[in-house]
């Protein structure tokens, strides 16, 4: 089993940057496939960054390329999220998954692939 614990999330102003973190704890963290997905109340949970075991492979929905950027450090069980130039439509509860199987290239944004997730964390970006 594997806990996961977001923190990092608040309010902001359009234009600021905010780091997200995900704690894995429980199990061998460093061979999994970890993400970070997002949800606004009546919507579906929507892919935003993945990022393959071993840190060389990132996927990066195309509303965040460029301004977001995934990263894991292993040694600490953490994967971040830096996110950079917000604007009100990042505002929403951000989640990080995890998955300790292989996921096709076409499947990584899907969250039906990650078998583990944490409680979320909530980013408001407003002026």
């Known amino acids: 089993q594997v806990q996961l614990v977001e923190s990092g999330g608040g309010l902001v102003q359009p234009g600021d940057s905010l780091r997200l973190s995900c704690v894995a704890s429980?199990?061998?963290?460093?061979?999994?496939?970890m993400g970070w997905f997002r949800q606004v109340p009546g919507k579906e949970r929507e892919f935003v960054a993945v990022?393959?075991?071993?840190?060389?492979?990132?996927y990066y929905a195309d509303s965040v390329r460029g301004r977001f950027t995934i990263s894991r450090d292993s040694p600490k069980n953490t994967v971040y999220l830096q996110m950079n130039n917000l604007k009100p439509e990042d505002t929403a509860v951000y989640y990080c998954?995890?998955?300790?199987?292989?996921?096709?290239?076409?499947?990584?944004?899907?969250?039906?692939?990650?078998?583990?997730w944490g409680q979320g964390t909530q980013v408001t970006v407003s002026s």
């Open positions: 429980g199990r061998t963290f460093s061979h999994y496939t």
């Open positions: 998954g995890g998955s300790g199987t292989r996921i096709i290239t076409s499947a990584v944004g899907s969250p039906r692939m990650y078998n583990y």
């Open positions: 990022i393959r075991c071993c840190g060389v492979d990132t």
